[in-house]
């Protein structure tokens, strides 16, 4: 049965080459779509977490008032912050860098884009070096370098505390990171919150440092304790009353009073305002997808349909012949099955190959082009489709129809 | 006759093959509809990133109340620092209801002609403004207008004459003169710095300042603005996108037209064995598909202009409109151009000189 599947599909040569190469490019297609929707509402999915129509925002803050923030808060409620921590290269004053302690949950939603990236499973390995993220430097610091960085408590210049820190990448350039807010203003959106970022026009020099990798420094408490913590959004869950959060918000800007005095530019308009005028801004960003969507899914079916009925009609004749022969339709169901899984296989390999090329070497620049589950499974959906598709018309077309009647239809 | 053989092949072929007609017209409609809407997708989406990208090197302030003679000493001190990085400046003012442009680049305290301008928009008529006017201070101007024969004439701009030098064709009462000619008491309305490289914060930080100082409430500064890569990258891969909804329709429509030729062997063995020369039989092929193919492209431009067009422009509103009939005439052109060529491809493989391997082919 197998010979025969291969031999038939050796026959039909250039119809095989037409679908894969369509295959290819519905793969593309669709990876390279499902990765720019992804990146565009990365930010909003993270937003819409912690940003409610009661939360509560803090410009900046010392330890103390995080603390205080952390301890009135239980566990359902949702506490979101930048730790921010100011430092150097050792032994160079000059060589400023300020570091950004970014939690899990902001390192998985909100994952920097980078320029350059090495591997780390050696890094890894060994427990007294940190693993962090550097954006481009005038200090000569590229991915797969380790430098010793000194971070700056507020206790005095002499007090530093040096960490070996291993670059597992470059930063890129121009996007939102998650660091101080910046300008509060009265129509702010979610994506305020997230700050543009570019050392080549803020010639500022930053590092990102994941949360878990901070906990290898054994003075991490010193280091907490002199962090300035930024852009902090509290989300109360429903189990904390209305007035616990008004006790709340009334005990932070207490502690805010006594520290700086408090301008009109630091005062964060209504929450509701906010989620109101995000979800109108999300929604419109899109909006712009659903044509795109309507076109790429009709000519994806109509693609699957042209493949499926051309592929039934010139097989016909031939498990036509083969029906009269003696050949339960089953079999010729599974060389179809056969035919097209291969075609597929092929197609998906190829399809990788170019995606991975592509990220690797930019080949048309760089576009949102990522490999991960959700695309995987995009491209595996595609396949059984057709597979499933073409198995199921070629079992109704011979099951439903007698032999003579199909080599009839043939002629 | 052809045309007749290509008509009656139509007819059969709707007749004995409907159900691949019918998915060679569906799918032809799709591919039309689609390429229509990538290349709408592919013009504004291009456009929007030109826009980002002019936003990202321009830096520009608009001034309410002011001299053009008030920038004068400031000026060289401002530009110092970020030459560099420094395309070109452009001054904007205007006189009465004339309005006066300065375009100069600044480099080691010299003012120079500004060479994208002058690239951009050479003179129809005489010369742009040169180098030697500027270190000279010459009192010289570039007119606009269709008029021609205005070289020697002289221009009253305030109380003090210029002497015509070029004329473009752009627009109407636009003058462009020296940023060192006599020009202090033009009213100043807008100063533009375009940059060549990213402009870095600092030098927004001097441009600002100096606007401030120089002319207090009376002047707005635009935002510094990041360049937003993440947006352009977005922005890309959709213009990709769109470019693979091109080629999957075109694959699509190779497809099933690479099918019926195939069905064409016996057909065309037989117009053969009748006496039909190979272009005969090729051409009698060609017209039938370029019948079936104009007369879908015309019903998928009727369903797209008048159903579609409008929805999409509303969405992917941009400042460029991207539909007109000089583009939807080149789509058109180029498709019909490609589906010939194409076709042509596969009758030309399929069409083997001896009639006999045509007929044994087409039993298989």
Known sequence: MFKFALSEYIRNFWFNLCTILLIIVIMVLSTIFISNIEQDTREYRLAEQYIDKDSIFVTWSFYDLKQMIEDKLGKEDKLLYSQSIAGGIEGNKDANISSLVYPQQVMEKLEPRMDETVNILDAKKNKDIIIAYISHNPYGIEAGDVFSYEILTLEGEDDGICVDVYVAGIIGEGQRLYSSVGEVFSDMVYKDFFNLYSYEQTGKVKMIIPEQELCKIKEIDRINKTSIYENIIINPSDNMSEDERIALAEAISEYEKNIRPITSEMVYPDARDIVYRSNVLHKSELYKYIPLTIIVMVLFIVCVTSIVTIKTIISSRFYGIMYMCGMHYTIAQRMTAVEMTLNSVIATVFAISILTLQNKLKLVGEINCNLDILQYGFMFAICTVIILWSTMTAKRVLKDNPPIQITKNMD | ?364
């Open chain 2, 1 to 364: 006759m052809v045309i007749k053989l290509a008509l009656k092949n139509i007819k059969n072929s709707i007749v004995e093959f409907s159900r691949e007609y019918s998915l060679l017209i569906v799918s032809q409609l799709v591919a039309v509809i689609s390429i229509f809407f990538a290349y709408g997708i592919f013009g504004s989406y291009s456009a929007k990133m030109q826009e980002i990208d002019i936003d990202s090197y321009n830096i520009r302030a608009t001034v309410e109340v002011g001299k053009v003679g008030q920038l004068r000493e400031s000026l060289p001190e401002m530009l110092e620092g970020m030459q560099d990085r420094l395309d070109y400046v452009f001054i904007g003012g205007f006189l009465d209801d004339m309005r006066v442009s300065m375009y100069f680049e600044y480099d080691n305290g010299e003012y120079k002609s500004a060479d994208t301008t002058n690239k951009n928009a050479p003179a129809d008529e005489g010369r742009n403004i040169s180098d030697r006017d500027l270190r000279d201070g010459s009192n010289v101007v570039c007119i606009s207008g269709d008029i021609e024969g205005m070289i020697g004439y002289t221009v009253d701009i305030g109380d003090t004459g210029f002497q015509v030098i070029g004329r473009r064709n752009i627009g109407a009462n636009y003058l462009e003169i020296p940023f060192t000619a006599e020009s202090d008491d033009l009213e100043l309305f807008v100063i533009s710095l375009i940059f060549e490289q990213l402009p870095k914060q600092s030098d927004y930080i001097m441009f600002r300042d100096t606007m401030e100082g120089l002319f207090g409430d009376e002047v707005i500064v635009d935002e510094f603005k990041l360049k937003d890569a993440d947006e352009i990258i977005s922005m890309k891969s959709i213009i990709v996108i769109s470019v693979a909804i091109g080629i999957v329709s075109a694959l699509n429509t190779c497809l099933i037209y690479g099918y019926i030729i195939s069905r064409r062997k016996k057909q065309m063995a037989v117009y053969g064995i009748i006496g039909a020369a190979k272009g005969i039989r090729l051409l009698i092929n060609e017209v039938e598909i370029m019948l079936v193919s104009a007369s879908i492209v015309v019903i998928g431009f009727i369903v797209y202009r008048f159903g579609i067009e409008k929805k999409i422009v509303e969405v992917y509103a941009s400042s460029v409109s991207v539909y007109g009939f000089k583009s939807y005439f080149i789509m058109i052109m180029l498709y019909m151009i490609c589906i010939f060529v194409a076709t042509y491809i596969m009758l030309n493989l399929v069409t083997s000189r001896r009639l006999t391997d045509m007929l044994r082919r087409a039993k298989r």
